[in-house]
Each structure stands twice: as structure tokens, then as C-alpha cells.
């Protein structure tokens, strides 16, 4: 992986969004300054930034291709943190296109707006497949570009159907949901 101190002055930088899964619940508590620290110290990166406390962490490198860096992304947050951790990597671009793709309201008194990241495809697709025809009463999914598109009541987003199913531990190492308003802070930057 490239450092910045050792990139070339004019290769291209990507700016990338590390989507930590699990952090800062269930007994997991990262500090962001710690992250941030690793993302910089130990891996090298530039331009780090954390947003919120829910393991979201920007940052450029020249490094052309995501798959490459999760692995060892991954591993640094094992050994620093002694966690089992999983990320979803993407683009900032990729994330911004997800978003602008979100197909329901994205301001809504009754209902969250829900992004449903993920590493493996056929992971997202069984999912859909899993969930059925879901009650469009309660909660909307609709499947997207590397996405899964989530809408349920507020207040309800451990309890629906959805919910109870994205929770498995079979899908733990590939996918990690985001409220759509956090993921605009992401593109923000």
C-alpha cells in the first residue's frame, strides 16, 4: 500500500470510505482520534477524516483498487483494536452515486432512510431474495448498484423484518447499514 510520504507528487489520489461493521456497539468502542491515528500512523494514509462515532473514516491514497486494501485495512484494525473486523470499501464517488439513487423519501415524519452497504453481491442478493415480498406497510428494501435500499418505521429499525434479517451473523463480514443522513455527511467532504 502506498504511503503518502511515498507517492509520486502527481499520481491521481482516490478518495476512499472505509464503512467500519460493528463499532461502537456491543461492548466494541473505538475513540475516533484512535482511528484516525491507525488510518494515518499505521497505514499511511492521507487527507483521514472520521465522521461520527459509528466507524466511518474517509481518506486519499494512490492506491488503484479498493479490494487491495480492505485485507490489510482490516487486519490493522484486528491488531490494533483486538476486534473481528469487517469493513465495506468504496469510493467516495461510489457512495455519492448511491445515494442519488436512494429510491424513496428521503425526509419522511414516520420513516428512516436506510443504506444497506456491501462487499459480496451475491450476499446482497440473497438477501433480497431472503426477504421476500416485504410489507410495503411497514418497511420498503429495493435493491441497488452494490446497495441494498432500506426504508422502516422510526423507532423500529432493530424489530421489522428487515431488520431481524440483516442482523444475522452470516452477513456480518459483508454488509453494514447506514442512515442516508449520515451518508451525505460522508460525501459532504
Not at 86 to 92: D, E
Not at 151 to 173: D, H, I, M, N
Amino acid at each position: 500500500m502506498a504511503s503518502p510520504k511515498k507517492q509520486k507528487k502527481d499520481a491521481p489520489l482516490t478518495r476512499y470510505v472505509a464503512l467500519l461493521r460493528g463499532v461502537n456497539v456491543n461492548g466494541i468502542t473505538i475513540k475516533s482520534a484512535d482511528l484516525k491515528a491507525l488510518f494515518v500512523d499505521e497505514l499511511g494514509f492521507g487527507a483521514v477524516r472520521t465522521v461520527l462515532a459509528s466507524g466511518n473514516v474517509l481518506f486519499d491514497t494512490d492506491a488503484p483498487d479498493a479490494a487491495a486494501l480492505r485485507t490489510p485495512i482490516e487486519k490493522a484494525l484486528r491488531q490494533c483494536f483486538g476486534y473481528e473486523a469487517w469493513i465495506v470499501l468504496l469510493t467516495q464517488r461510489q457512495v455519492a452515486d448511491m445515494a442519488a439513487g436512494y429510491p424513496f423519501e428521503r425526509i419522511d415524519d414516520t420513516h428512516h432512510p436506510y443504506l444497506v452497504f456491501g462487499s459480496d453481491a451475491a450476499m446482497l442478493d440473497e438477501i433480497m431474495d431472503k426477504a421476500g415480498a416485504v410489507d410495503a406497510k411497514v418497511e420498503q428494501l429495493v435493491r441497488g448498484d452494490g446497495v441494498l435500499y432500506w426504508q422502516c418505521p422510526r423507532g423500529e429499525s432493530l424489530e421489522t423484518p428487515v431488520a431481524k434479517l440483516l442482523a444475522k451473523t452470516r452477513y456480518k463480514s459483508s454488509t453494514t447499514t447506514r442512515n442516508l443522513r449520515t451518508v451525505e455527511k460522508l460525501i459532504a467532504d
